[in-house]
């Protein structure tokens, strides 16, 4: 980094695996990656390797009799242990010039962008994710490293004020404390590197929490954080049950901050731990969440139905629908329900799925059994409730294979209308007009991402007037936000609206301090 600061943002470029040097390069990270299949991982705690009170594996998707990895069943006393040690060091880790804090993490984000190869197979072989998906995934967490970077060297300036006669004022932007970091298993890179790089730049230390789903990614992200020379004791690394450590990390007094991505059951739990005010904590606590959606593409009659139909099914089957961003609701005006309809089934009978090391594959499997589990009760509802028109039943494979599913007549009541599935399942609702369309689409607890297709330039600001969600896409597909492009949240049970990837976010992780000074 140059003594003026790490220049403009740019967002990391996609490499296209068709070009041999690309797809040779992915080839040979996975034979790594499958070579060190089942190694033990510890927990780090201040610094210090330690074993936990078991061990925990972690599988392949596509093929369960993979061990990827072992871990460790971290316990509450090894929680609070870290709590404690992040809460001792934050002193000195705050007190470290902010670029010092920028030159570490603009070092992670040139390791992370080395090992590309290396973070994708990782992805691919324990979260699922299809070449494309992975590659997606590890340059977002670069364009995290690299964004919130620059954006601390804005905030280390203080703001300017209105100077009062005869004082000089200024506005200084302090760290918070210790933060707990848990993300979740669908972006175990990126969001992980996100909330974390955030904290760190911004002066805090940080235990790193992940989901037991996809622990070995997120082990090897602490990794690079080290190697890049965050000092060991400013990152702790805990794995094992949300349950037990999880609550016992955000209960703890000297916890000053949690950001939580995942599901709203456990924000909302979260939520309530942290609001909870207990013997020897002298801050309120800060929540940042971001917890999933029910997200709707509404397609009006003027619109190019096969465009739209195309955006739908690129949204609602991209990592096998487990995305909060997903669409899971398409609603269509009416006139052109039927003709939709024609247009998506093809799309969705061409998805090619199967193991997600294989490259060409459009579709993987789902994360997990249980996950694997619950979407199928929810596509049984989901045949009651509508008419289902294409897959609706696991695939008959090793792996957590679903065929990606679309039930048509779907009501504004129904479950799948209003629950969060997180699998590859497309409701599809039919609408009276464009007005009654947004009224569908605002008629859930959710307010995460949509999608509007429609040429009538009224209708687009009437979208983007009633159209309550926190990323709102006008003739495009609802998922795939980018970094300093497209800021990241969204309302109501989606969560605190924190905007990943915005100018605002490292604000979620500092406070400010207003100084006058009679001159």
Request: glycine residues 10%; hydrophobic residues 40%.
């Amino acid at each position: 980094m140059s003594a003026v600061g790490p220049g403009t943002f740019r967002n990391e470029s996609y490499r296209e695996f068709s070009l041999r040097e690309n797809s040779d390069s992915m080839r040979d990270a996975l034979q790594r990656a499958r070579n060190s299949f089942g190694r033990e991982s510890d927990l780090r705690i201040a610094g210090d390797a330690c074993k936990g009170g078991g061990t925990f594996a972690s599988l392949n998707p596509s093929r369960p009799s993979e061990i990827v990895g072992i871990h460790q069943s971290g316990t509450v006393e090894q929680a609070c242990t870290a709590v404690e040690a992040a809460h001792a060091y934050f002193p000195e880790w705050s007190a470290t010039p902010a670029t010092k804090r920028i030159e570490l993490l603009l070092r992670a984000a040139a390791i992370f962008r080395e090992r590309k190869s290396d973070f994708n197979a990782w992805l691919i072989l324990e979260a699922g994710k299809n070449w494309q998906e992975a590659e997606a995934d590890t340059c977002e967490a670069i364009d995290f490293c690299e964004y919130y970077a620059r954006l601390m060297a804005r905030l280390a300036k203080p703001e300017p004020l209105v100077q009062m006669p005869g004082e000089h004022g200024e506005l200084q932007y302090l760290p918070l404390g210790v933060g707990i970091i848990i993300p979740p298993w669908n972006f175990p890179l990126a969001i992980l590197v996100g909330m974390a790089a955030a904290a760190l730049v911004a002066g805090n230390t940080v235990i790193i929490k992940p989901s037991s789903e996809t622990p070995t990614i997120a082990a090897k992200a602490l990794d690079v954080f080290l190697e890049a020379g965050f000092p060991p004791r400013s990152v702790s690394f805990l794995t094992g049950s949300g349950a037990t450590i999880g609550d016992a990390l955000v209960s703890h007094p000297k916890t000053r901050f949690v950001s939580f991505t995942g599901s709203r059951e456990v924000g909302l739990h979260i939520n309530e731990l942290a609001a909870r005010t207990v013997k020897g904590q002298i801050w309120i606590k800060r929540v940042v969440a971001e917890m999933g959606g029910k997200d709707a593409i509404v397609i009006d009659a003027d619109t190019d139905v096969d465009l739209a139909a195309a955006g739908v099914a690129a949204s609602a089957f991209g990592y096998q629908g487990q995305k909060c961003s997903a669409c899971s609701r398409a609603i269509v005006h009416e006139d052109v329900y039927e003709e939709f309809l024609r247009c998506l089934l093809p799309r969705v009978e061409k998805l090619k799925q199967g193991p997600a090391d294989e490259f060409g594959n459009d579709m993987g499997p789902v994360v997990s059994e249980r996950a694997m589990k619950g979407i199928l009760e929810y596509i049984e509802t989901g045949k009651r409730e509508g008419r289902l028109l294409i897959g609706g039943e696991r695939v008959a494979r090793e792996g957590y294979y679903i065929a990606p599913t679309v039930i048509a007549d779907v009501g504004r009541d129904a479950r799948i209308f209003q629950e969060e599935i997180f699998g590859p399942v497309l409701a599809v609702t039919k609408a009276r007009d464009f007005n009654h369309a947004l009224e569908l689409a605002n008629d859930t607890e959710y307010g995460l991402t949509g999608a509007a297709y429609t040429r009538d330039p009224q209708k687009i600001r009437l979208a983007k007037e009633k159209f309550f969600v926190g990323n709102l896409y006008i003739n495009r597909k609802c998922t795939g936000a980018m970094v300093g492009a497209h800021p990241f949240g969204g309302f109501n049970m989606s969560g605190t609206d924190s905007k990943a990837g915005g100018p605002d976010y490292l604000l979620q992780f500092l406070q400010a301090k207003s100084i006058a000074e009679k001159v």
